[in-house]
């Protein structure tokens, strides 16, 4: 007789989208142990603990930002002695693009300082045709888009669009005064309706409190499809923006929103993102066991710097971390 195996389903791991705000705090401030436990059994359900997605940014189009995002090293309204670039050739980003390729990555996410694509966007949709025949996934963090500008994406080969919603919609006009935190959600609209996947998180240290963290994640839970990826970034403090004295955060509360992050969006990848440069081996392994399971590697993030390969080698080595 043979027995019929039905994959069973496993409700820890299922997509929910109806968060209620004391749900998620409640999450956060459980014991650290517990909390942990929890994330692991969420991540384990849908994903093997011991692999890791590794992702390759570049700036394409440097500074000069008209956004007043105050965290940010681009924005044209602080001075952080940035080296400016204007958009890129072709076959120059065709050319990391392959570099990155050949040390590992298996996405290449395009950044540009822009509030949102202007009269250059074709030379995008060039950059994306050619990344995608490297045989790459394909990722654009581009800014504010239209429908016609996303459907246009997705018909180039993109795969990704990164969009930060970055905090609390209550925190957000502290930190960004020249768009709102509905202008986001819209072009989050246009990028799912164009039937391109999601690349959508925030950053912790952008002075905000626990409960912008949880709103945060509840914007991201509550969604009617799940960002499929979800960076987590810890603040970089550059000098000559307004958040450059910010508090440090206690890397135990920015571990606990990575944890929250897995189990509310469990079949999400979360990406430990900028901030990893000066982090210690044991808080990255920390995050890792919270559920992170991507980075980005590289010495360089957009203009910021990031952990360094050979650190990462032995980092991963010595965890018995394998790249997807
Ligand atoms: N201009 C586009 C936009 O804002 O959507 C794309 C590039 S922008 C640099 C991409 C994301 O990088 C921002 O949304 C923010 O979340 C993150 N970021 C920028 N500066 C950062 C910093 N100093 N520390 C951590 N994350 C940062
Ligand atoms: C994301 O969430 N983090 C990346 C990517 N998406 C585009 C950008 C981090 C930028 C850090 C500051 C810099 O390198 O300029
Ligand atoms: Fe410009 Fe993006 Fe930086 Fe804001 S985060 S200043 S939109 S590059």
């Given at each position: 007789m043979t027995v019929a195996i039905t994959p069973v389903s496993n409700p820890i791991a299922e997509p929910r989208h109806d968060w209620r705000q004391e749900e998620v705090l409640d999450l956060l401030a459980q014991p650290f142990n517990d909390l942990l436990f929890q994330a692991q059994l969420v991540h384990r359900a849908t994903f093997d603990a011991n692999r890791i997605q590794v992702s390759r940014l570049l700036s394409i189009k440097t500074g000069s930002c008209p956004e007043d995002c105050?965290?940010?090293?681009?924005?044209?309204?602080?001075?952080?002695?940035?080296?400016?670039?204007?958009?890129?050739?072709?076959?120059?980003?065709?050319?990391?693009?392959?570099?990155a390729r050949d040390s590992g990555a298996s996405r290449f996410c395009m950044g540009a300082a822009w509030r949102g694509p202007g009269h250059?966007?074709?030379?995008?949709?060039?950059?994306?045709?050619?990344?995608?025949?490297?045989?790459?996934?394909?990722?654009?963090?581009?800014?504010?888009?239209?429908?016609?500008?996303?459907?246009?994406?997705?018909?180039?080969?993109?795969?990704?669009?990164?969009?930060?919603?970055?905090?609390?919609?209550?925190?957000?006009?502290?930190?960004?005064?020249?768009?709102?935190?509905?202008?986001?959600?819209?072009?989050?609209?246009h990028v799912r309706d164009a039937g391109l996947k999601v690349c959508?998180?925030?950053?912790?240290?952008?002075?905000?409190?626990?409960?912008?963290?949880?709103?945060?994640?509840?914007?991201?839970?509550?969604?009617?499809?799940?960002?499929?990826?979800?960076?987590?970034?810890?603040?970089?403090?550059?000098?000559g923006t307004p958040l450059?004295?910010?508090?440090?955060?206690?890397?135990?509360?920015?571990?606990?929103?990575?944890?929250?992050?897995?189990?509310?969006?469990?079949?999400?990848?979360?990406?430990?993102?900028?901030?990893?440069?000066?982090?210690?081996?044991?808080?990255?392994?920390?995050?890792?066991?919270?559920g992170a399971h991507s980075v980005f590697c590289g010495v360089k993030l957009l203009t910021a710097g990031n952990a360094s390969p050979d650190q990462d080698k032995s980092l991963f080595g010595r965890l018995g971390l394998r790249p997807m």
């Open positions: 105050k965290y940010c090293p681009q924005s044209a309204h602080y001075d952080t002695g940035l080296e400016k670039a204007k958009l890129l050739e072709v076959e120059t980003v065709l050319e990391a693009a392959k570099a250059d966007f074709d030379t995008v949709l060039r950059m994306v045709e050619g990344v995608k025949s490297l045989g790459l996934e394909t990722c654009a963090s581009l800014g504010l888009l239209s429908g016609e500008q996303a459907r246009q994406l997705k018909d180039a080969g993109l795969d990704y669009y990164n969009h930060n919603i970055d905090t609390s919609e209550e925190h957000y006009e502290q930190v960004v005064t020249t768009r709102s935190f509905q202008d986001r959600l819209d072009t989050l609209e959508c998180g925030g950053i912790v240290g952008l002075g905000e409190e626990r409960v912008d963290r949880a709103r945060m994640l509840l914007t991201l839970a509550n969604m009617p499809k799940h960002p499929e990826s979800v960076p987590i970034n810890l603040l970089i403090k550059i000098p450059e004295e910010n508090a440090q955060v206690d890397p135990f509360d920015f571990v606990r929103t990575i944890a929250a992050a897995r189990i509310m969006l469990p079949q999400s990848l979360v990406r430990l993102s900028a901030g990893r440069q000066g982090m210690s081996d044991e808080l990255q392994a920390l995050c890792f066991l919270a």
